[in-house]
């Protein structure tokens, strides 16, 4: 008989009262001891608000779903293949994911094609990787095979995972699975390009677990993770899901969108189960706070959070410490909030605070920043407060280092260069691209490091204690509700969107506001009337928001001419984006999102928004 999700929290392990296992070669072997070892422990619950009852799985129930599917793949001779995994939410994709593991084929997370971005980015994806399969729900089977067929795609295989019914109940053999093998393919976000796949091996995935446990203390503390991220990017996969697996303790999960319609739901479960462990990217603690307004907090009880994590996107000082003020009367410590830095090319995590550390907060002098270098913040001057990421140094085999992109050194102390990673957790690349994974996984070896360095083409610096601060990005990815975009994508949409535009003359870029990150586009227009101005920007954010999914902030014309380009023609974001913030274009027409207005105006006066200019 099915347990509850009440039922099965009672009887729950949530501290380690047993010696962990012997470490496993591959993380298919994770699972396969979980289930030998503690087969009856609560692995995961799924909770569901719509149509269907919660889920409650054991680790002998997810062995035994992932070992069927598993020979489902093996008997179709799918082993070493690639599987997408186009499933709505974590509830089914769990099983699957390890059922991959376990026969040796190739993971590939992704979404079901429901709305044009989503099939467009999923068409991209199977291009890419060339699956043998993919597996989805019995509800969305026939919606794929629809979207397959409109691109040329119909004699792809696609199998609801109650179709993958198993000739043979014996476990499969899970010996032959080189650490080094790819474990899944993690797709970085593209919003209309194609998407670009990293390798993670199984080496690197049980390397960056080890990291996030020793960060963490997952081990020693009273772990029950509750998470609503999606299971196909890095930090709900691997920090959401995996990792309650990978240690043995139970996690609570919940669709995405719903946390979106209803962020309050968030804090009431952690309540609710006295869940102690959670993350999410910076949006998503300023959305709780400005939907908790007619929320009467006294309801809650979050004395028994212990971490909150907080990447995917730049943490900032502000959001947290009116977070930490809005929710302390229901029993928030500061203690619990846990910055961290990573990325899909390192497998997740780079560096974090570590339980039990103090948060480290450096007030900074702006100008400073701007030059490249760190300088404690003056009363007489704009400054900004960066908040650590964590510790450099910690683990033996994994180095971070800030290098000069332009002179390929090492910087001093406190001196801005681009973050570069080696060790384990670095994956193997792109695939189907050498070229690009050697310029961007094996850079400056000799520097150090075997392989050479990750190029993250993120900025920051080390302090003298050894803290890393994020400061910036030297690529110009425009961030989205924690979600990476390519200006460039952007651009493409909104120039086919309106065909007054002139050609290579708008730039997609953000603002880091005290509202949050908004969006903005620049762009010229050849010709046009203050009238057809307004339709165009109209008809800009509406595509915008169609194909990319990113509400705009704002849409502005410039005078024709005006954008600052390179002398081969591209487009220089970062100087448009400082004339715009120093008033030295000619504005043609700006229309601004009601929500984002009175931010936007802010920031432009020079003496109120310096402080906040630092590039995100």
């Known amino acids: 008989m099915e347990q509850t999700v009440a039922q099965a929290l009672a009887t729950a392990r949530f501290i380690d009262t047993c010696p962990d296992p012997a470490p496993a070669g591959n993380f298919a072997e994770v699972l396969r001891l979980r289930a030998r070892l503690q087969p009856d422990d609560l692995a995961y619950c799924f909770l569901n608000f719509q149509r269907e009852p919660d889920l409650v799985r054991s680790y002998r129930q997810v062995d035994h779903a992932a070992n ?113 093998s790819l474990a899944f393919l993690q797709y970085t976000s593209g919003s209309t390009a194609e998407p670009k796949g990293v390798m993670v091996s199984h080496a690197n995935l049980i390397h960056n677990e080890e990291i996030i446990a020793a960060n963490l203390c997952s081990r020693t503390i009273r772990w029950l993770g509750l998470s609503w991220l999606p299971h196909y990017h890095d930090m709900g996969l691997i920090g959401g899901i995996l990792h309650s697996i990978h240690i043995g303790r139970p996690v609570i999960l919940y669709a995405t969108t719903d946390f979106l319609q209803h962020p309050i739901r968030w804090l009431k479960l952690m309540s609710e189960f006295g869940a102690s462990m959670t993350g999410a990217p910076n949006f998503a603690y300023d959305l709780c706070v400005k939907r908790s307004k007619r929320f009467d907090i006294g309801q809650l009880d979050l004395s028994r ?135 961007i996984f094996a850079a400056y070896p000799e520097i150090g490091g ?27 990815v425009v961030i989205c509700n924690g979600a990476n975009h390519y200006p460039q994508d952007i651009e493409l949409v909104i120039t086919e969107a309106a065909p007054q535009v002139r050609d290579g003359r708008v730039a997609v870029f953000n603002l880091n506001t005290d509202a949050g990150i ?68 000619d504005l043609a027409h700006a229309w601004y999102a009601p929500n984002w207005q009175a931010a936007i105006e802010r920031l432009l006066d020079r003496r109120e928004g310096a402080a906040a200019m630092l590039v995100v």
């Open 68 to 180: 069927a599917i598993a020979r489902g793949l093996i008997d179709r001779g799918l082993r070493g293949r690639a599987v997408v995994l186009a499933y709505p939410s974590a509830r089914e994709f769990i099983e699957a994911f390890f059922g991959c593991l376990y026969a040796g084929c190739v993971a590939v997370p992704a979404l079901p094609p429901d709305d044009e971005r989503e099939g467009k980015r999923l068409i991209g994806i199977l291009r890419d990787c060339e699956p043998g399969l993919v597996l989805t729900t019995g509800r969305e089977i026939a919606p794929l095979r629809a979207c397959l067929a409109a691109r040329g795609l119909a004699t792809l295989p696609c199998l609801a995972t109650d179709e993958l019914a198993a000739t043979s109940a014996d476990p499969v053999a899970l010996a032959g699975h080189d650490p080094a």
């Open 305 to 439: 959070w212990l971490i909150a994590f907080n990447g995917a996107e730049p943490v900032r000082d502000e959001t947290m410490t009116r977070f930490v003020e809005r929710f302390a009367p229901s029993g928030l410590s500061p203690t619990t909030i846990t910055p961290g830095y990573g990325l899909a090319e390192a497998t997740l995590i780079v560096a974090s605070r570590r339980l039990g550390e103090p948060l480290a907060r450096l007030p900074a002098d702006y100008r400073s920043l701007v030059a490249g270098r760190y300088a404690p913040a003056r009363a007489d001057a704009p400054s900004v407060n960066l908040l650590g990421n964590g510790k450099v140094g910690r683990e033996a085999d994994q180095h971070i280092r800030i290098i000069d992109p332009d002179l390929g050194q090492v910087c001093e102390t406190g001196r801005i260069g681009e973050i570069c990673v080696s060790g384990p957790s670095v994956c193997g690349g792109y695939l189907g691209k050498p070229a690009l994974s050697a310029e």
């Open 450 to 476: 075997e392989r050479g360095h990750l190029r993250t083409g993120d900025l920051g610096f080390v302090d003298g204690a050894g803290e890393l601060y994020v400061t910036g990005r030297l690529k110009d």
């Open 518 to 585: 908004a969006v903005l586009a620049v762009a010229e227009a050849a010709s046009a009337t203050p009238e057809t101005l307004g339709a165009m920007s109209a008809a800009i954010r509406d595509a915008v928001a169609v194909r990319a999914g990113i509400p705009l902030a704002g849409v502005v014309f410039i005078a024709k001419g005006s954008m600052p380009r390179t002398s081969s023609g591209k487009i220089r974001r970062a100087e448009c984006r400082t004339r715009y913030l120093d008033h030295r274009f």
